[in-house]
């Protein structure tokens, strides 16, 4: 999503947009995470070229992030973020396409 999107968007229109597949997949990475993509997607019984694309649109509305790069950088390890923490990333988000830069935002 681009800074503009941010500024129009809620976090309820964004949570709006996990159906189907996305929703499916979200779903798996809560249960099955973290992983890399092809672990998940085993664990979860998802064929991978349906679940990589969908998780790489979680990422980018913040409902899925990468927790670290294996050696190699081939595949990084993900894990699903709980629907508060997700909320904190947009609102971060929000604020910086809204404000500008904001202070680095911390999860834990």
């Known amino acids: 999503?681009?800074?503009?999107?941010?500024?129009?968007?809620?976090?309820?229109s964004l949570r709006e947009r996990l159906h189907g597949l996305r929703y499916l997949v979200l779903e798996a990475w809560r249960?099955?995470?973290?992983?890399?993509?092809?672990?998940?997607?085993?664990?979860?019984?998802?064929?991978?070229?349906t679940f990589r694309p969908r998780t790489t649109?979680?990422?980018q509305l913040g409902f899925v992030h990468l927790v670290d790069e294996e050696r190699g950088g081939t595949e990084g390890r993900y894990?699903?973020?709980?629907?508060?923490?997700a909320r904190s990333i947009f609102e971060h988000r929000r604020h910086e396409a809204i404000h500008g830069f904001q202070p680095e935002l911390n999860l834990k």
Do not use: C
């Open 1 to 12: 999503m681009s800074p503009i999107d941010y500024r129009n968007a809620t976090f309820e």
């Open 31 to 49: 249960v099955h995470g973290p992983g890399t993509t092809r672990e998940v997607a085993e664990r979860a019984h998802m064929d991978i070229l």
């Open 57 to 59: 649109e979680l990422v």
């Open 79 to 85: 894990e699903a973020l709980s629907d508060e923490q």
